[in-house]
């Protein structure tokens, strides 16, 4: 069922720079916002990154999106042991009329 | 501050029916489109259902078409989730998300489809 496709996973020590691709089509990705959201273990998914690169207050600078065509990315710089969970991306797809949502990475911090 | 309480899961029988309800606090609820979303045990998110704020536009996902029914209720700032026909598939976390980029979601309340 999800169209976005993402890498299982993606891992690195505290401080590096990790970065998460979410690959979608002309339906969603190249012509819709994209989002992301981080699920950490047991609670509910909350957003991160809206309309591609916006973040929410409260959402710390080191978490970063952008677009490019059908693609997106997030980067999570500087990072932290906290930040160990799944990361889905979304978009609208005007195909589906629906929103579509990425397979998940999980971040590991080693 | 925004708050999305979901309830009504529970264990229930294959072809048996479930109604969920999602209870809004903290925001005008009437401002805001309304979305269903649903995480299977060990899974990724799936995207089930949209409602508008006057409930005049809804949208489904193929899988739920025609089984469930989104509705609300503005007076009471409540959002539902009416499933029928109800499959093993069909066991999963319920979630109810607020708005554009479904910037709030509640915390889930669990379906679990079985004999």
């Known amino acids: 069922q999800s169209v976005l496709t993402q890498p299982p996973s993606a891992s690195g020590t505290p401080g590096q720079r990790v970065t998460i691709s979410c690959s979608g089509s002309?339906?969603?990705?190249?012509?819709?916002?994209v989002y992301w959201y981080q699920q950490l273990p047991g609670t509910a998914p909350k957003l991160l990154i809206f309309?591609?690169?916006q973040r929410p207050s409260g959402v710390p600078d080191r978490f970063s999106g952008s677009k490019s065509g059908t693609s997106a990315s997030l980067a999570i710089g500087g990072l932290r042991s906290e930040d160990e969970a799944d990361y889905y991306c979304?978009?609208?797809?005007?195909?589906?009329?629906?929103?579509?949502f990425g397979t998940g990475t999980k971040v590991t911090v080693l | 501050q925004v708050q999305l309480v979901e309830s009504g899961g529970g264990l229930v029988k294959p072809g048996g029916s479930l109604r969920l309800s999602c209870a809004a606090s903290?925001?005008?609820?009437?401002?805001?489109?309304m979305h269903w979303i649903r995480q299977a045990p060990g899974k990724g998110l799936e995207w089930l259902s949209y409602?508008?704020?006057?409930?005049?536009?809804?949208y489904y996902a193929d899988s739920v078409k025609g089984r469930f029914t989104v509705s609300r209720d503005n007076a009471k700032n409540s959002l539902y989730l009416q499933m029928n026909s109800l499959r093993a598939d069909d066991t999963a976390v319920y979630y109810c998300?607020?708005?554009?980029?479904?910037?709030?979601w509640g915390q889930g309340t669990l379906v679990t489809v079985s004999s």
């Open positions: 998300a607020r708005g554009e980029g479904l910037g709030y």
């Open positions: 903290g925001f005008t609820f009437r401002d805001y489109y």
């Open positions: 409602i508008s704020r006057d409930s005049s536009i809804i």
């Open positions: 002309s339906s969603n990705i190249g012509v819709n916002y």
């Open positions: 309309r591609n690169n």
């Open positions: 979304a978009a609208w797809d005007d195909s589906l009329s629906g929103y579509v």
